[in-house]
T-cell receptor
Framework: ETGVTQSPTHLIKTRGQQVTLRCSSQSGHNTVSWYQQALGQGPQFIFQYYREEENGRGNFPPRFSGLQFPNYSSELNVNALELDDSALYLC????????????FGPGTRLLVL | RKEVEQDPGPFNVPEGATVAFNCTYSNSASQSFFWYRQDCRKEPKLLMSVYSSGNEDGRFTAQLNRASQYISLLIRDSKLSDSATYLCVVTDTGYSSASKIIFGSGTRLSIRP
């Protein structure tokens, strides 16, 4: 396995609520990227954190925000949940921002009712 | 037009067959290219990077055609365990930036005995 862990594994929320998803990166990795994968689609890049700073962002609204902690673990926060936010949320850790070295965690399945 | 396009499949081929997928991309400035594999309800895993000169890893061969803006994946002597979704990834990131990482929607491959 990759050594990247995510919690929780599954989550059910209602529209308008807020959610926090967590990711622990692989030992020695300082970069975490977050992706949203809707059913039948490829992952879509949300943002990346490198050494506790946001280092790039995809086409997601500001209600998607994140943090990276000194131990390089990371959180993804989504405010004002919408039905379309239902998806698998993946985090990937790497030893630097270069995409080639990313290793994915098992994901958190979010269902918004 | 999508930035990265893949034939969704499914490709259903007998064990031992050779199968090939293509993936087209729209941004001629794209720098890096990868194939990922995703098993059902699992996270994506890096299969191989795609280099300009083409590269091979056992039964898998990846090619890049910059002029026509596509990458390909060839699987020879397919095994039952090759059944998965294959995701094409295109990025225009430099080392310090992660702003443009694009996954295709994936091609489903099913190998039958």
């Amino acid at each position: 396995e990759t050594g990247v862990t995510q919690s929780p594994t599954h989550l059910i929320k209602t529209r308008g609520q807020q959610v926090t998803l967590r990711c622990s990166s692989q030992s020695g990795h300082n970069t975490v990227s977050w992706y949203q994968q809707a059913l039948g689609q490829g992952p879509q890049f949300i943002f990346q954190y490198y050494r506790e700073e946001e280092n790039g962002r995809g086409n997601f609204p500001p209600r998607f925000s994140g943090l990276q902690f000194p131990n390089y673990s990371s959180e993804l926060n989504v405010n004002a949940l919408e039905l379309d936010d239902s998806a698998l949320y993946l985090c990937a850790s790497s030893s630097g921002p270069a995409f080639e070295t990313q290793y994915f965690g098992p994901g958190t399945r979010l269902l918004v009712l | 037009r999508k930035e990265v396009e893949q034939d969704p499949g499914p490709f259903n081929v007998p064990e031992g067959a050779t199968v090939a997928f293509n993936c087209t991309y729209s941004n001629s400035a794209s720098q890096s290219f990868f194939w990922y594999r995703q098993d059902c309800r699992k996270e994506p895993k890096l299969l191989m990077s795609v280099y300009s000169s083409g590269n091979e890893d056992g039964r898998f061969t990846a090619q890049l055609n910059r002029a026509s803006q596509y990458i390909s994946l060839l699987i020879r002597d397919s095994k039952l365990s090759d059944s998965a979704t294959y995701l094409c990834v295109v990025t225009d990131t430099g080392y310090s930036s992660a702003s443009k990482i694009i996954f295709g929607s994936g091609t489903r491959l099913s190998i039958r005995p």
